[in-house]
């Protein structure tokens, strides 16, 4: 009996191994290993050939001597090239400055959405979110192409001014980096308000009854207390629309104009239409480089909120 | 009292600001004119010309493949990683399986469209498998971000649900296998079907990770709508765009009723169980 139990809980033991195991090694080989070869060919040259980059490795056999030899050819002109080129630092820093204000932009219009929807009566809340949450399940390119119609030209708001009589001729807000605010903010909006609704709606409201009993205005019981208690879903909500928004490519490849310069676009057209892969990877590792810091932060919170869900 | 103005006043517009945009998507479907801005009458021409464009019916048929296999296999593998995370307490490695769960939520598409391409490419040098970039590519990069999604939903599902009823059934004899199948798996079942219906959207949505890993005559709907969108605005995108928007709209409402109604049943049964026992 006790030979049949431990034989049973080794079978519990192995099925566990294999349910860890199974996801566990699509995400090495999927996830992990790619970005490995990335910043192996990023050390590579490009070449005229299929696939166009030229091989790390190379095994030398020197018929004179007899003797053969493993060559390893690291090429890092392909960083000399990122870091001399001006191109390359306006649209790292352009996609830096775009991100930012993109999450102050969301920051700005669902803080207040959040802080509203956690306010009202509970029964409200979860259909008041839910409609915050809907539109993410509508295609993203299709917002995107929305706003179009909306910004150009002889469009809805450029005709709506006019006929206002706020402007005389149409107005071009599209091709434009507010343009790309806009459409960023409006697609990023939902990741926002989903962790500051959150932490907003944990929030004790006895905290600013008793501020209000001892006679703090409202509005710095919310800059005292509110504020500092939704921070963490502030940070959690500012991570989750910065780091997508530093490589997006989109958004400005639609709405912005030719000098929209983005880090996204950078790989794009190296990859596409120069056919240049090497620098593509390397153009990838400086991204990834630039994102590593908030990426580790944005890890470290959604284990902690994992470990208190528990 | 200025306040709750305030708030409501700052909701409404932030409503607004998501709905107009798909509002006047909607409205400017059924306009006679080919300028997307001017309205010229009501007309369904558009919706007919769809029908008739077979390049992007094609590419229709090709995406809703690619989505409902790429999604099946991110719920199950995503359903593993979730359980693992929040069942299986410490094992080894388990930080980095946390980090390779929660990085790809964020990560640039452009970073993982690149890394997955070359990876592909790579591994056609040494094994020879996958064979050229298709159909194929496209589902294992869509089953590789979209089970992320998943394995998050699981994980919070399961976090939020107690484990007594899987020890008590554990504690009854039950074998592991039994107890997921048994238990588990029913309890999170909505968090199966919203991972699912997640993981769907998410490939079917996503431009830039097919764009890098398709080949010739794997080309998805939402390349086709990118490419077009390029050259200008065309009221046949918008009739695709009320379509798609449609669909989406009614599988959330069915599935938010089905959904509510599991939840009154199972708070009925334990009551029940409550007075009964």
Not at chain 1, 274 to 301: G, Y
Not at chain 2, 108 to 114: H, S, W
Not at chain 2, 254 to 274: F, H, L, N, P, Y
Request: aromatic share 12%; with cysteine; hydrophobic share 55%.
């Amino acid at each position: 009996m006790t030979a049949l139990v431990s034989l049973l809980s080794r079978v519990g033991l192995w099925g566990r191994g294999v349910v860890v195991a199974i996801p566990y090694l699509w995400l090495l080989l999927f996830f992990l290993v790619p970005f490995l070869i990335v910043f192996g060919i990023s050390f590579a040259e490009s070449i005229i050939a299929q696939p166009p980059y030229s091989s790390l490795v190379e095994w030398q056999v020197d018929p004179d001597a007899d003797t053969s030899k493993l060559q390893i050819l690291l090429n890092i002109t392909n960083y000399f090239r990122l870091a001399g080129d001006d191109l390359y630092i306006l649209a790292y820093l352009n996609s830096v400055k775009i991100a930012l204000v993109t999450t102050l932009l969301c920051l700005l219009v669902g803080y207040p959405m959040a802080y509203a929807i956690a306010k009202a009566d509970p029964a409200r809340r979860g259909p008041l979110m839910m409609l915050v949450i809907l539109p993410f399940w509508t295609s993203f390119l299709i917002r995107i192409y929305a706003w179009i119609g909306i910004l150009k030209g002889n469009g809805v708001i450029s005709n709506l001014l006019e006929w206002a009589g706020i402007t005389s001729g149409p107005v071009e807000i599209l091709y434009s980096d507010w343009a790309v605010y806009i459409g960023m903010t409006y697609c990023y909006l939902p990741f926002m308000v989903l962790p500051l609704y959150s932490t907003l709606e944990k929030m004790d409201p006895t905290l600013l009854e008793a501020a209000a009993d001892l006679g703090s205005r409202p509005f710095k019981s919310f800059l005292s207390i509110t504020l500092p208690l939704s921070l963490p879903g502030i940070v959690a909500g500012s991570l989750l629309v910065f780091i997508p928004a530093v490589g997006e490519f989109v958004t400005p490849e639609l709405l912005g104009g030719p000098d929209t310069l983005m880090i996204g676009r950078v790989l794009w057209n190296e990859f596409f239409s120069n056919r240049d892969w090497p620098v593509a990877s390397a153009v990838a590792i400086a991204l990834l480089l630039v994102l590593v810091v908030p990426i580790m932060i944005f890890q470290h919170i959604q284990g902690k909120q994992a470990e208190a869900g528990k | 009292m200025k306040r709750i103005g305030f708030l409501s006043w700052a909701l409404w517009f932030g409503y607004a600001f998501l709905y107009v945009p798909i509002v006047l998507l909607i409205v400017y479907s059924f306009n006679d004119s080919r300028l997307v801005t001017v309205w010229a009458g009501f007309s369904t021409k558009w919706y007919a010309e769809l029908l008739h464009n077979d390049t992007l019916l094609d590419a229709a048929l090709l995406s809703f493949r690619v989505a409902a296999v790429s999604a099946t296999l991110a719920v199950m593998l995503g359903t593993c990683a979730g359980l693992a995370l929040s069942r299986f307490g410490r094992f080894r490695g388990r930080t980095l399986f946390g980090g390779m769960i929660t990085a790809p939520l964020v990560m640039p598409e452009v970073i993982t469209g690149l890394s997955l391409l070359l990876l592909f490419v790579a591994m056609e040098q040494w094994v020879g498998w996958p064979d050229g970039r298709g159909v194929t590519t496209i589902t294992l990069a869509h089953t590789t971000f979209t089970m992320s999604y998943v394995a998050v939903v699981v994980q919070s599902r399961l976090a939020g649900m107690d484990g007594s009823l899987e020890e008590a059934a554990m504690d009854l004899g039950a074998r592991p296998a039994k107890v997921f199948f048994v238990i588990t798996l029913p309890l999170i079942a909505p968090a199966l079907v919203a991972g699912w219906l997640l993981a769907f959207t998410l490939s079917l949505d996503d431009v830039v990770v097919a764009s890098f890993v398709s080949g010739p005559g794997s080309t998805t709907l939402p390349m086709v709508i990118f490419s077009s969108v390029k050259f200008g605005i065309s009221p046949q995108i918008n009739a695709l765009a009320t379509l798609m928007v449609l669909v989406v709209a009614t599988g959330i409402f069915v599935a938010s009723i089905v959904m509510a109604r599991q939840e009154r049943q199972r708070k009925r049964d334990e009551q029940m169980a409550i007075q009964n026992g």
